[in-house]
């Protein structure tokens, strides 16, 4: 593996993060007396060696009323206690072995001379760490930055490439005072995934993780029902860098893919939302618009049966010529988004102009910023708004850019830096990449989400019209994540691929090669200068692209 990661120092603290024990003794002392020994002046001058084990004692008993017999008990007691924490010191192990050697870990711990003595009796791989500084051995104490710098000075480590990881706040904010990255241990699982973030390569790790589940990437609803749908397979197979011009060249490699990746209902002409029974909703559940579109513009198809789709989608227009979400005139529904996927189908064969009357109102929605609710099937206005950039994205209209693109960059600059789950914040950083805006912010926000298993956490992309319920994929979150990292890096290189770092050692190996293509949202240039949002003149049949 190469060793790019911008993090080569991981210092840990070894009480209460890499071994753990109880205060709770066999003695009359009580934990928290015994707690307060430990931070007691004379307990500081001992682990700092300045007094001997036999004196500390002494002393403590003295300021305790406590025999020194029974605080020697006690802390006996406190010794054969403790346990050291082996998962966290295999997640250390791994993440050493898959750093070609680029990687040192230390430990620094607040331990008397004796104490530390007894621990190097436990049965711990102890060859894991290429240094272990105690205070007694240095003479100094965490939180004091003397500590520190001569654990600094002796090892050599930069401090801008330090993890240090210790369950006292105050021991953490000397080491960022420093410049280190500091992890207050207060939760074992945060800490992990924490360390995997910044240690790791996001889109391997990604990639990893869609191998793993590959063929279970099935979809959620909000309240724990597994659904199993087209449109999130479709757009797994789109961000995963299948696209229909990829199956003109290689349908074998794309088909084995979707074998391969993901599943889908045999289609082939109008395309279901749901595969097999419909949940939560009617029995009988008209086939749509939207995955229809969706399904020819990834999957392609005979351009005949296309054209042949498409003349029956003209029959679901409303009187004010908008058109509509099913093939079923018993539902009419408007939504914006269903809207924009329709309309990335027409231009995709040279009939935009088919749907003059539903671009406009779709302009006219993001002129007054309708969408920011979201709409009657998706969950944010980002669906909107990236949909819309990968209308313009898969058309490659000029007329239709100059249309909606201007008017497109002003409305996702307003949402920069907005709460918003992974899925929205991927969705925010790939169309900021296809428009040429740099989007550190949602970068920065996105990276952490990833969890340990390499996937990233679950965001809500569309819901039940009715209901409200929303439906979220894992899977559709983990490769719009990777893709927007990888866009984004491509567009801006100095953009970083961690949490708070430069370029990441990838913890795994590449198991899962996607069919190269060209890249989504970054391949064309945009426009660098934004303009106002007034009405511009409709984009003419005669400029529409013609489909391959």
């Known amino acids: 593996m190469s060793s790019t990661s ?30 307060k020994f430990l931070s007691s002046p004379t307990w500081i001058d001992y682990e700092r060696g300045r007094i001997s084990q036999t004196e500390c004692y002494a002393r403590v008993g003295g300021e305790f009323s406590v025999d020194p017999t029974e605080v020697s008990r006690a802390f006996q007691d406190a010794r054969d206690s403790l346990q ?48 272990i500084f105690t205070s007694a051995g240095v003479g100094e104490r965490k939180p004091n930055l003397g500590f520190y710098n001569a654990v600094i000075s002796s090892t050599g480590a930069d401090p801008s490439r330090t ?81 229909y011009e990829d199956y003109l060249s290689f349908p074998a490699l794309i088909e084995q893919h979707v074998r391969n990746l993901v599943n889908l209902t045999d289609t ?22 939207d995955t229809t579109s969706l399904g020819f513009t990834v999957m392609g198809g005979p351009e005949d049966v296309a054209h042949s789709v498409m003349d029956d989608m003209l029959d679901y227009i409303d009187d004010d010529g908008i058109i509509q979400t099913y093939f079923d005139h018993r539902r009419r529904r408007f939504d914006p988004v269903v809207c924009v996927n329709a309309l990335t189908l027409f231009y995709s064969y040279g009939r935009g102009h088919q749907l003059d009357r539903t671009l406009h109102r779709i302009r006219e929605v ?21 949909f819309l950039g990968r209308l313009l994205e898969t058309s490659n209209d000029i007329s239709l850019a100059a249309y909606i693109k201007p008017l497109l960059i002003e409305r996702i600059q307003e949402r920069i830096g907005a ?54 994929n894992r899977g559709l979150t983990t490769s719009l994540a990777m893709k927007a990292i990888q866009e984004m890096q491509q567009r801006f290189p100095s953009l970083p ?21 060209p890249e989504r949202f970054s391949q064309h240039k945009s426009d660098s ?13 005669s400029t529409t692209r013609q489909h391959p």
């Open 419 to 472: 709460d918003g789950d992974a899925v929205a914040l991927s969705m925010r950083l790939r169309l900021c990449a296809y428009l040429g805006l740099r989007n550190d912010i949602d970068l920065h926000t996105l990276l952490p989400l990833q969890c340990q298993d390499g996937g990233w956490e679950i965001g809500w992309i569309y819901r039940y019209g009715s209901s409200g319920i929303r439906i979220g």
């Open 366 to 386: 993001l002129l007054h910023r309708a969408y920011l609710d979201g709409s009657r099937y998706y969950a944010t206005p980002e669906s909107f708004l990236y």
């Open 268 to 289: 082939h002409r109008m395309w279901n939302f749901f595969q097999g029974k419909p949940l939560l909703t009617t029995e009988e559940y008209p086939f749509d618009l």
């Open 163 to 243: 993890i240090f990881v210790d369950d006292k706040m105050e021991n953490v904010l000397s080491a960022r005072s420093l410049g280190m990255h500091g992890i207050v241990f207060d939760d074992h699982r945060k800490v992990v995934r924490a360390l995997y973030n910044l240690l790791g390569d996001p889109v391997e790790r990604g990639r990893q993780y869609l191998t793993v589940n590959a063929k279970k990437l099935l979809s959620v609803t909000d309240n724990g029902i597994l659904l199993r749908e087209n449109f999130s397979q479709l757009l797994i197979l789109e961000a995963t860098d299948n696209r």
């Open 84 to 131: 050291s924490n082996e998962e966290l010191i295999s997640v250390i192990r791994h993440l050493k072995a898959c750093s070609d050697g680029m990687l040192h870990v230390f430990a620094m711990s607040n331990i008397s001379a004796p104490d530390y003595e007894f621990l190097r009796t436990k049965p711990v791989d102890w060859s894991l760490f290429d240094g």
């Open 6 to 35: 911008n993090y080569i120092t991981l210092i840990f603290d070894i009480g209460d993060v890499l071994f753990s024990w109880s205060p709770q003794t066999k003695t009359s002392i009580s934990p928290n007396v015994l707690r």
């Open 529 to 541: 200068s934004t303009t106002s949002s007034s009405i511009a003149a409709s984009p003419s049949a």
């Open 497 to 517: 691929s961690s949490p708070s770092a430069g370029p990441a050692v990838p913890l795994v190996k590449q198991a899962y090669t996607s069919a190269q293509s």
